[in-house]
């Protein structure tokens, strides 16, 4: 029996594996004229394993094939910027990159298969972080990062195209509310045993930007 399931497995057939059907299809490795084997599992029934076997085989003659991706769009991202840009950005914008992906697009849509991912779910995002207060200029740094980071999911072949495109960002218009000196005074009282009272003193004294505190 088990000779008979390897038999099977090696013509590419679908096979019963934990419970669901599976097959297995040979791809173009990343060494040329190198073949790698795909496993591509949790079909309900055999038909649809097959079919989807022979919609797969259809597309590898036409050079049309993607293989399906298990990855979360978190699983992703985080492994994208760790491994392949925080060691060429400088601190304050690896820092920068590091919050857009662990504050806005992980709790958005880090969830999502990658290959899932669609227009929508990055509208909702845009939408999401509108209707919590970021400004207009935030939500498009959020996106360019993860349009950056799906710019080479395309390119490394683990997704057709890249879903980030012309999203409507519609954020709220910063109203920027000056303190007096007594104000400050105040302020800098209240916060003495803060963690964040240097950035405040830096931030009320010095007149920087938002993005510089």
Same mark, same amino acid.
């Given at each position: 029996?088990?000779?008979?399931?390897?038999?099977?497995?090696?013509?590419?057939?679908?096979?019963? /594996?934990?419970?669901?059907?599976?097959?297995?299809?040979?791809?173009?490795?990343?060494? %040329?004229?190198?073949?790698?084997?795909?496993?591509?599992?949790?079909?309900?029934?055999?038909?649809?394993?097959?079919?989807? &076997?022979?919609? +797969?085989?259809?597309?590898?003659?036409?050079?049309?094939?993607? +293989?399906?991706?298990?990855?979360?769009? $978190?699983?992703?991202?985080?492994?994208?910027?760790?491994?392949?840009? /925080? %060691?060429?950005?400088? *601190?304050?914008?690896?820092?920068?990159?590091?919050?857009?992906?662990?504050?806005?697009?992980?709790?958005?849509?880090?969830?999502?298969?990658?290959?899932?991912?669609?227009?929508?779910?990055?509208?909702?995002?845009?939408?999401?972080?509108?209707?919590?207060?970021?400004?207009?200029?935030?939500?498009?740094? =959020? &996106?360019?990062?993860?349009? +950056?980071?799906?710019?080479?999911?395309?390119?490394?072949?683990?997704?057709?195209?890249? %879903?980030?495109?012309?999203?409507?960002?519609?954020?709220?218009?910063?109203? $920027?509310? =000056?303190?007096?000196?007594?104000?400050?005074?105040?302020?800098?009282?209240?916060?003495?045993?803060? %963690?964040?009272?240097?950035?405040?003193?830096? $931030?009320?004294?010095?007149?920087?930007? *938002?993005?510089?505190?």
């Amino acid at each position: 029996m088990s000779q008979q399931i390897n038999n099977q497995r090696g013509k590419g057939n679908p096979f019963l /594996r934990n419970g669901t059907w599976t097959y297995i299809i040979y791809v173009n490795d990343v060494k %040329p004229g190198k073949k790698k084997q795909k496993w591509v599992g949790g079909f309900p029934t055999k038909q649809e394993a097959k079919k989807a &076997l022979e919609e +797969a085989h259809a597309k590898l003659k036409l050079d049309q094939y993607h +293989a399906p991706c298990q990855q979360t769009v $978190a699983y992703y991202i985080w492994d994208w910027f760790e491994r392949l840009h /925080r %060691p060429h950005l400088k *601190r304050s914008t690896a820092r920068g990159y590091e919050v857009n992906i662990r504050v806005h697009i992980v709790p958005a849509i880090g969830h999502i298969k990658l290959d899932k991912l669609c227009r929508q779910d990055i509208q909702m995002l845009s939408d999401g972080m509108s209707k919590k207060g970021s400004s207009a200029n935030t939500i498009r740094y =959020v &996106l360019r990062v993860l349009s +950056a980071s799906l710019n080479d999911a395309v390119l490394s072949n683990i997704i057709k195209m890249n %879903p980030c495109k012309k999203i409507y960002v519609q954020g709220t218009k910063f109203k $920027a509310k =000056v303190l007096n000196e007594d104000q400050m005074a105040l302020l800098l009282k209240g916060i003495q045993q803060s %963690p964040i009272l240097l950035e405040v003193m830096l $931030a009320g004294t010095l007149g920087l930007r *938002r993005g510089e505190v």
